[in-house]
């Protein structure tokens, strides 16, 4: 039997309405519009379309989009110096830099310039830090929109063996740290990993968020299992996961697609975040 397909895109819709009447109830209740700064340095056409689509969602559930788009060629100072004063603006309640940076410039030093408060990415060591003490902040957009759809399709957590496949900051170990704290018991796997498949078929839950394309097939699925796939790899035949779909699907109870499952969340979790910052900061102020 096929599994079923978990849908990213109506999610990540529903997702945005409730930001969207939330927004209208915080600005009833302030008086103010939350807004989100972007910043994109260069011209890299994917980037372009990724910045456009978070500016345009920004709006159209009522906050404000500010943007900077520095040439190129812009020195790490001056960058440093516009992270910094959007950081001190207090019409921005959220700042995205849109990775990756032209390669003379310090991703991690950026990064780091930002106001932990306003990092809506949840990237910076402060928030990550917040993640791993168990304690309350802005989490890193794609595993909250993981989060987001096991919570969507009713996933029971507590108890489960969760396996996460990939390690980086971006994903692999915020989302492990996010299925910890829901109770699940869970394994990070590596490029170091032996057995991969084996590890993996004991997952009632399979994240994968390694970018291999079609790295796991379905002996490395559980029958029954849920697998949600972070990958987003671009061949000459079009998008792929990290887990080869058809093979998959014929194992899981429920996967979901590339394109159209995680994708779609991860905006509609930077719009969920940035008010959640406009609302700290205006407890705190």
Known sequence: MAARVIDGKAVAAAVRERVKVDVA???????????LATVLVGDDPASEIYVSNKRRTTEEVGMRSIHHGPEASIR??????????????????????????????????????????????????????????????????????????????????????????????????PVARLLLQANATVTICHSRTRDLDETCRRADVLIAAVGVP?????????PGAV??????????????????YDAAAEVAAAITPVPGGVGPMTIAMLLSNTLQAARIRTTSG
């Not at 410039?105 to 830090?129: F, H, I, M, R, W």
């Not at 489960?160 to 990939?166: D, I, K, L, Q, R």
């Open 25 to 35: 109830a915080y600005k009833e209740e302030t008086g103010r519009t939350p807004g």
């Open 76 to 173: 790490e100072e001056e960058l440093l110096d516009l992270v910094r004063e959007l950081g001190e603006d207090d019409d921005v309640d959220g700042i995205l830099v849109q990775l990756p940076l032209p390669a003379h410039l310090d991703s991690d030093a950026v990064v780091q310039a930002l106001n932990p408060e306003k990092d809506v990415d949840g990237l910076t060591p402060y928030n990550a830090g917040l993640l791993a003490h168990g304690t309350p902040g802005l989490v890193p957009c794609t595993p909250a929109g993981v989060m987001e759809l096991l919570a969507h399709e009713g996933v029971e957590l507590e108890g489960a063996e969760a396996v996460v496949v990939g390690r980086s900051k971006l994903v692999g170990v």
């Open 214 to 222: 079609r790295l796991l097939g379905a002996e490395a699925v559980k």
């Open 227 to 244: 697998v949600i796939d972070v990958g987003m790899n671009r061949l000459e035949d079009g998008l792929a996961g990290d887990v080869d």
